[in-house]
């Protein structure tokens, strides 16, 4: 095949439009995470009329210090890949709004997308791509130290703390999850569980007994995150005699759960127990035209790759659906 390439769709300039009110969009695509941004690059060129709505670019990965599982970068920091994300979107042109948050999407043949704003934007099909939240501990220094020793993402983020002493906070799945790695990397590892006993699946606790380099604090609360430019240690309290603790360490991994950004669709999508949105494997939700991905989803595994792959096909099944549906 003879393949011309000025024939790609990049026009090299960045093309961004305001959205219309009296236009019908064939997908309007709810957040500018890696999924959103994605979902939009596959619906663009689909040729589909497409809009972007979100309340910042990049979302956790804008926030991220440092990317090594993205394929194609060795390390990229989260500010320069949400960049590069971005500019890709918009050299196709779209109808883009940052700074905007939508309060709830209504159902019909024709869906409506209410912004908070008052505004309302219609659409033959939605993306939500709205993403989570990681829990916060909302102690001294967490905010401060966050990157610079105060980690959110096990996954992501273990592999720093080679031959260092760690603390993770919380002791259900993620956390007893997050220790394991840690333990196989980090010199020492420090599990602070509020509860007198671990949540996690006991298969999970009898995998961390095998590692003699974790101790397990129960009973306790971690009260601050200590450290000069960096997290030097942490301090947990005995939640029974008030006694105080303090554990050097290099780094703290927060894992107390973390909260979908799934409010924009409560009553109208189904849900699992912790409000992330229930998929199929094309991406559809439980009403017909509704599509999700990312970590909004009930889908495991929060990454980049995993919200931009899902994102990819619910991008396809929102096009194949329009094209397939008579009504259209
Ligand atoms: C500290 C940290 C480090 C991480 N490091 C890595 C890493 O190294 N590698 C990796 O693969 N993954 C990493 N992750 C995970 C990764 O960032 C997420 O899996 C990924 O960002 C999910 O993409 P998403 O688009 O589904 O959601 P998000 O990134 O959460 O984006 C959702 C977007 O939707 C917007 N939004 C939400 N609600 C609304 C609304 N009502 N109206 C309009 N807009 C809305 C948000 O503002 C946000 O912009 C990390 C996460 C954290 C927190």
Do not use: W
């Not at 869906?111 to 939605?126: A, M, P």
């Not at 703390?161 to 333990?183: F, P, Q, R, T």
């Not at 290099?250 to 229930?278: K, W």
Request: aromatic share 8%; with cysteine.
């Amino acid at each position: 095949m003879d393949f011309n390439l000025s024939s790609s769709l990049f026009s090299g300039e960045q093309q961004f439009n305001a959205f219309e009110s009296g236009k019908i969009y064939d997908v309007i695509i709810i957040g500018g995470g890696p999924a959103g941004l994605t979902a939009a690059v596959y619906s663009l060129r689909k040729g589909m009329v497409t809009g972007l709505i979100t309340r910042q670019v990049g979302g956790q990965m804008a926030e991220t210090a440092g990317i090594e599982n993205y394929l194609g970068y060795r390390y990229i920091n989260g500010v320069e890949l949400t960049d590069k994300f971005h500019d890709q979107v918009m050299q196709f042109g779209i109808d883009f709004e940052n700074n905007a948050n939508v309060q709830t999407v209504k159902d019909g043949l024709i869906k409506e997308v209410v912004l908070d704003d008052g505004r309302v934007f219609k659409t033959r099909t939605v993306i939500v791509a709205s993403g989570k939240l990681p829990r916060k501990l909302n102690v001294p220094g967490e905010k401060e130290l966050t990157g610079h020793g105060v980690a959110y993402c096990a996954i992501c983020d273990a592999p720093f703390y080679k031959d260092k002493k760690v603390v993770v906070a919380g002791g259900g799945n993620s956390g007893i999850g997050a220790a394991i790695d840690l333990a196989r990397i980090a010199t020492h590892v420090t599990v602070v569980q509020r509860r007198d006993r671990l949540k996690a699946d006991k298969v999970l606790v009898d995998k961390l007994k095998h590692y003699d380099n974790v101790e397990i604090l129960l009973g306790h609360a971690v009260r601050e995150v200590a450290g000069k430019g960096k997290v030097e240690a942490v301090v947990a309290e005995n939640r029974e005699t008030g006694e105080r603790i303090t554990i050097p360490a290099d780094g703290i991994f927060v894992e107390v759960g973390s909260i979908p950004n799934s409010g924009l669709a409560q009553g109208l999508l189904d849900m699992n127990e912790t409000g992330e949105i229930i998929i199929d494997e094309f991406g559809r939700t439980s009403k017909e035209g509704i599509f999700a991905a990312g970590d909004v989803t009930d889908v495991p595994y929060k990454q980049i790759i995993i919200a931009c792959g899902d994102a990819a096909k619910a991008a396809l099944s929102a096009t194949d659906y329009i094209l397939s549906n008579p009504n259209f």
